[in-house]
């Protein structure tokens, strides 16, 4: 029975504007999204695939600092090299935009919105103040000590283990850039929050619902949270990098970024709806409009998505509320964190430059840190690569050569084979179970058994290979369209020309 269509609106969270991606960003939320739009597309399904420029980080701040750069112009040359970097990965995006005066009007009407009902509440927020750089210590302007895990962290969000920190219980904070011994001196201001408390019994019936679409280390973050009281989660902020608020009484305050990013990533739906799909009405991301949100993210932006933003959807009340959210844990290179800050990276771009979007895509998937960290080296990359996807092409390509352009007949067992790959293909694409693990190791199974037995069964190889390049499109779109072009080539029924079927040798 063929399922009924589904519309589905998915987002990457945005990435910070102070550098390109590097593999560890690729990795995650950017081609887990493509992978998944591309698989519900290839299903029948609608979808919207959104991101854009996380433009108003501090982190934009701090790192346009430590380059002597501007840090408007750093975030317009990055926004540009991310979405380039995008494009080279076969990452088919809707929309990639950067703030411009509709985003940040549309992030001001939404606050002011929420603040005109009373859904935000003002509290008295204490923040150490330090002389020597002028500023509030916050999010990345603040280092100090998890006071869940105890791990370094900077300000708001610990990125080992997802839980929330503010200025008073951060452990040892420190001014950025201003040395250990700086003295700071406590200051306190009025700023807008959202109570997330008010909302436990929503947050407690919204992930009893939805239990069968998040994966188990978000649930136990939920578990984690719901297990002591919520936080007042900032809207607001004393600094001048971000959108300013523009309400009376929170004069020299912006938006906190990871508050803007709900209705900025409202916005950039709407980009990809224009693009994508100008038929469809306005308002995507309406509770009313019959798109199922899915939103893909790394692990460490978990409280935002889980929380923050479900918060701020309850506050408000006309918007659809997530279907799933898919996170992945970290990528690791050589053993540690992937870091822009300590050059310890390998740039996306250049990776993909050297080797090609498929074979890149297929490692990142087969090895994919869907529920546990991973770790990349150049050298498993080529290995992987090498022995689950050239070689077997490679043997099919030889075993078939005698056979090229003449037909061959599969045996009586060839469709049920390759009906199973078929099911288990669509259980890894579909959003209660997809994993891009699954598919590609599926994928890679299917042709180590297609080159074992193409010598003795040249039409099981020849039905088997066309199967693969039509499931497989979502992992390696630009190799399943080369397959599949030489199957239109050959008269119907006979063996097409393999060779030469990689551009990129290993």
Same mark, same amino acid.
């Given at each position: 029975?063929?399922?009924? @269509?589904? +519309?589905?609106?998915?987002?990457?969270?945005?990435?910070?504007?102070?550098?390109?991606?590097?593999?560890? &960003?690729?990795?995650?939320?950017?081609?887990?999204?493509?992978?998944? *739009?591309?698989?519900?597309?290839?299903?029948?399904?609608?979808?919207?695939?959104? *991101?854009?420029?996380?433009? &108003?980080?501090?982190?934009?701040?701090?790192?346009?600092?430590?380059?002597?750069?501007?840090?408007?112009?750093?975030?317009?040359?990055?926004?540009?090299?991310?979405?380039?970097?995008?494009?080279?990965?076969?990452?088919?995006?809707?929309?990639?935009?950067?703030?411009?005066?509709?985003?940040?009007?549309?992030?001001? #009407?939404?606050?002011?919105?929420?603040?005109?009902?009373?859904?935000?509440?003002?509290?008295?927020?204490?923040?150490?103040?330090?002389?020597?750089?002028?500023?509030?210590?916050?999010?990345?302007?603040?280092?100090?000590?998890?006071?869940?895990?105890?791990?370094?962290?900077?300000?708001?969000?610990?990125?080992?283990?997802?839980?929330?920190?503010?200025?008073?219980?951060?452990?040892?904070?420190?001014?950025?850039?201003?040395?250990?011994?700086?003295?700071?001196? /406590?200051? #306190?201001?009025?700023?807008?929050?959202?109570?997330?408390?008010?909302?436990?019994?929503?947050?407690?019936?919204?992930?009893?619902?939805?239990?069968?679409?998040?994966?188990?280390?978000?649930?136990?973050?939920?578990?984690?949270?719901? *297990?002591?009281?919520?936080?007042?989660?900032?809207? *607001?902020?004393?600094?001048?990098?971000?959108?300013?608020?523009?309400?009376?009484?929170?004069?020299?305050?912006?938006?906190?970024?990871?508050?803007?990013?709900?209705?900025?990533?409202?916005?950039?739906?709407?980009?990809?709806? %224009?693009?994508?799909?100008?038929?469809?009405?306005?308002?995507?991301?309406?509770?009313?409009?019959?798109?199922?949100?899915?939103?893909?993210?790394?692990?460490?932006?978990?409280?935002?998505?889980?929380?923050?933003?479900?918060?701020?959807?309850?506050?408000?009340?006309?918007?659809?509320? /997530?279907?799933?959210?898919?996170?992945?844990?970290?990528?690791?290179?050589?053993?540690?964190?992937?870091?822009?800050?300590?050059?310890?990276?390998?740039?996306?771009?250049?990776?993909?430059?050297?080797? =090609?979007?498929?074979?890149?895509?297929?490692?990142?998937?087969?090895?994919?840190?869907?529920?546990?960290?991973?770790?990349?080296?150049?050298?498993?990359?080529?290995?992987?690569?090498?022995?689950?996807?050239?070689? @077997?092409?490679?043997?099919?390509?030889?075993?078939?050569?005698? &056979?090229?352009?003449?037909?061959?007949?599969?045996?009586? +067992?060839?469709?049920?084979?390759?009906?199973?790959?078929?099911?288990?293909?669509?259980?890894?694409?579909?959003? #209660?179970?997809?994993?891009?693990?699954?598919?590609?190791?599926?994928?890679?199974?299917?042709?180590?058994?297609?080159?074992? +037995?193409?010598?003795?069964? /040249?039409?099981?190889?020849?039905? =088997?290979?066309?199967?693969?390049?039509?499931?497989? %499109?979502?992992?390696?779109?630009?190799?399943?369209?080369?397959?599949?072009?030489?199957?239109?080539?050959?008269?119907?029924?006979?063996?097409?020309?393999?060779?030469?079927?990689?551009?990129?040798?290993?």
């Amino acid at each position: 029975m063929t399922p009924a @269509p589904r +519309r589905f609106l998915v987002t990457a969270t945005p990435p910070t504007t102070n550098g390109d991606l590097h593999v560890g &960003h690729l990795s995650g939320p950017y081609l887990g999204a493509d992978v998944f *739009s591309r698989a519900q597309r290839m299903l029948g399904h609608t979808v919207l695939y959104a *991101s854009g420029g996380d433009d &108003h980080q501090t982190y934009v701040v701090t790192t346009a600092e430590r380059l002597g750069l501007d840090p408007v112009e750093l975030a317009a040359r990055c926004n540009r090299e991310i979405a380039g970097t995008l494009e080279l990965a076969g990452i088919d995006i809707d929309a990639f935009t950067s703030p411009d005066d509709a985003y940040r009007a549309e992030v001001r #009407e939404f606050f002011t919105g929420l603040h005109r009902t009373g859904r935000l509440k003002t509290r008295t927020w204490t923040f150490p103040y330090c002389g020597r750089t002028g500023r509030y210590l916050l999010e990345a302007f603040a280092t100090g000590y998890c006071p869940e895990c105890l791990v370094g962290t900077c300000g708001a969000i610990c990125e080992n283990c997802g839980h929330p920190n503010d200025v008073d219980s951060l452990l040892f904070p420190t001014s950025t850039g201003a040395g250990p011994v700086t003295a700071t001196q /406590p200051r #306190e201001t009025e700023i807008l929050v959202l109570p997330l408390e008010e909302y436990r019994e929503q947050f407690t019936e919204f992930y009893r619902a939805r239990r069968a679409t998040m994966r188990p280390h978000v649930l136990r973050f939920v578990d984690e949270m719901l *297990s002591r009281p919520l936080p007042d989660f900032p809207v *607001s902020y004393p600094a001048d990098w971000g959108i300013p608020v523009g309400i009376d009484g929170f004069d020299g305050q912006v938006f906190n970024v990871w508050a803007e990013m709900l209705p900025g990533l409202r916005h950039m739906a709407e980009a990809a709806r %224009a693009r994508r799909s100008p038929a469809t009405p306005p308002g995507v991301w309406a509770a009313d409009s019959g798109f199922e949100l899915v939103q893909f993210l790394g692990y460490d932006n978990t409280f935002y998505f889980a929380f923050a933003h479900l918060g701020l959807t309850f506050a408000h009340g006309g918007l659809t509320e /997530p279907a799933a959210i898919v996170t992945n844990e970290f990528y690791h290179l050589d053993g540690a964190k992937f870091s822009t800050s300590r050059r310890h990276l390998v740039w996306a771009r250049d990776l993909v430059g050297k080797y =090609g979007a498929d074979n890149v895509r297929f490692h990142l998937a087969l090895g994919n840190p869907e529920h546990q960290p991973a770790n990349f080296t150049e050298a498993d990359f080529l290995d992987t690569v090498r022995t689950r996807l050239h070689q @077997p092409l490679h043997s099919l390509a030889a075993a078939l050569a005698p &056979h090229t352009g003449r037909p061959v007949t599969a045996g009586p +067992r060839t469709e049920a084979l390759l009906d199973r790959y078929r099911d288990r293909m669509r259980r890894a694409y579909t959003l #209660e179970t997809f994993s891009m693990r699954q598919a590609a190791e599926t994928t890679a199974n299917l042709l180590a058994l297609l080159a074992a +037995r193409a010598p003795d069964d /040249p039409g099981l190889a020849v039905t =088997g290979l066309r199967a693969a390049a039509e499931h497989a %499109a979502p992992l390696v779109p630009g190799l399943a369209a080369a397959i599949e072009a030489r199957y239109t080539a050959a008269a119907p029924g006979t063996v097409p020309d393999l060779a030469d079927l990689l551009p990129v040798t290993l």
